[in-house]
């Protein structure tokens, strides 16, 4: 089963403008990460945030992390049209092995 | 250095088929991941190599599916007697050993895109 869900599953918009997606989930966790998918092959690893932390940025990514909420959020400032993928959140859970548990994720597409 | 790399990037076979699987980590990297996604859906964990055993195997849904690492760098994913819900896209990932800096991070192949008729 997937313990991560994206919403929405589904976002347009355009060049520019600013992209959030969010992410839930049920377990504690040791850390939640984001990845990118193109074309439904390969994930690109995007950005790791580990449980003690509330907030991390890597270039025009923002991630934040609210572990009381159990939710995570990834927002992509000025957005391309490069910037068109599938996002997925996955989380390793506490004590867990170190396997991703993924979401279903979020689709974006960027309009030029 | 090379990523991850997969073969054969696409399979097709009939049901009731054996296929293997190949996937080569990135150097150095002793933990190596296998998952399976379906259309529509994010990748769902299969099993998790330390080196040249099993560390954890919980994803594998049936006795007809096996994995190998040998010598702790190649594994091959097998699928004895396929079948149609096999079809899937199976995505191999290695990363350093669990507990340094990157712990965690794992990076991903392309993926092996199999279609079982």
């Known amino acids: 089963s997937q313990q991560g869900e994206e919403d929405p599953q589904a976002l347009s918009i355009q060049e520019g403008e600013n992209a959030t997606m969010n992410c839930s989930y049920k377990?504690?966790?040791?850390?939640l990460q984001w990845y990118r998918q193109n074309s439904g092959r390969g994930l690109v690893h995007l950005i790791l945030?580990?449980?003690?932390?509330r907030e991390k940025h890597s270039g025009r990514l923002r991630v934040t992390l609210d572990t009381s909420k159990k939710s995570s959020s990834l927002l992509i400032t000025a957005s391309r049209a490069a910037d068109t993928a599938s996002y997925f959140c996955?989380?390793?859970?506490?004590?867990?092995?170190?396997?991703?548990?993924f979401g279903k994720g979020t689709k974006l597409t960027v309009n030029p | 250095g090379a990523g991850v790399s997969q073969t054969p990037s696409n399979k097709v076979t009939e049901k009731g088929k054996y296929v293997e699987l190949r996937c080569d980590p990135i150097?150095?990297?002793?933990?190596l991941y296998w998952y399976r996604q379906s259309l529509g859906q994010g990748p769902e964990f299969l099993i998790y190599?330390?080196?040249?055993?099993?560390?954890?195997d919980s994803g594998l849904p049936n006795d007809r599916f096996f994995a190998v690492r040998p010598e702790g760098s190649v594994s091959t994913l097998k699928i004895q007697r396929t079948e149609r819900g096999d079809s899937a896209v199976y995505l191999c990932?290695?990363?350093?050993?669990?507990?340094?800096?990157?712990?965690?991070?794992?990076?991903f192949g392309p993926g092996t895109r199999l279609t079982v008729l």
């Open positions: 990932a290695s990363s350093l050993i669990p507990g340094l800096l990157e712990v965690g991070t794992q990076y």
């Open positions: 945030i580990r449980s003690n932390e």
């Open positions: 377990t504690s966790i040791n850390n």
């Open positions: 190599f330390q080196g040249t055993g099993a560390a954890d």
């Open positions: 150097s150095g990297h002793t933990a």
């Open positions: 996955a989380i390793i859970t506490q004590g867990g092995s170190e396997k991703l548990v």
